[in-house]
């Protein structure tokens, strides 16, 4: 599988930022794509998925009703739009990938380890 990915930056307390990636090379219908970041001290945490094989979503609880996953099918690309940044949203944001021969769900997606990812965005939050 193969990334593309964009966005990430330094912003205030309270500000957005929108990341996105694409990626290619699936051989399954059925997969996810998405963001888990790390931090300093954090384990790695699944921030939000999209299957495009139903449409179904994931989002971690720290991030639900701040953060925003949408696609476009055309160009296999999912954007995560990130509203309300808190100081504890600092970290590097990584593509991932996760892919299975059958269904499963989002959740199982979402949650490590992943299949692929790319080479991270780091993501700053100022107070």
């Known amino acids: 599988v193969q990334f593309e990915e964009s966005g990430g930056g330094l912003v205030q307390a309270g500000g957005s930022l929108t990341l996105s990636c694409a990626a290619s090379?699936?051989?399954?219908?059925?997969?996810?794509i998405g963001w888990f970041r790390e931090a300093p001290g954090k384990d790695q945490e699944g921030v939000s998925c999209l299957s495009f094989s139903d449409g179904t979503t994931y989002y971690a609880d720290s991030v639900k009703g701040r953060f925003t996953i949408s696609r476009d099918n055309a160009k296999n690309t999912v954007h995560l739009q990130m509203n309300d940044l808190k100081p504890e949203d600092s970290a590097v944001y990584y593509c991932?990938?996760?892919?299975?021969?059958?269904?499963?769900?989002?959740?199982?997606?979402?949650?490590?380890?992943?299949?692929?990812w790319g080479q991270g965005t780091q993501v700053t939050v100022s107070s």
């Open positions: 991932l990938a996760d892919e299975w021969t059958n269904p499963v769900s989002i959740a199982t997606m979402c949650r490590p380890p992943y299949d692929w």
């Open positions: 090379g699936f051989t399954s219908a059925y997969y996810a």
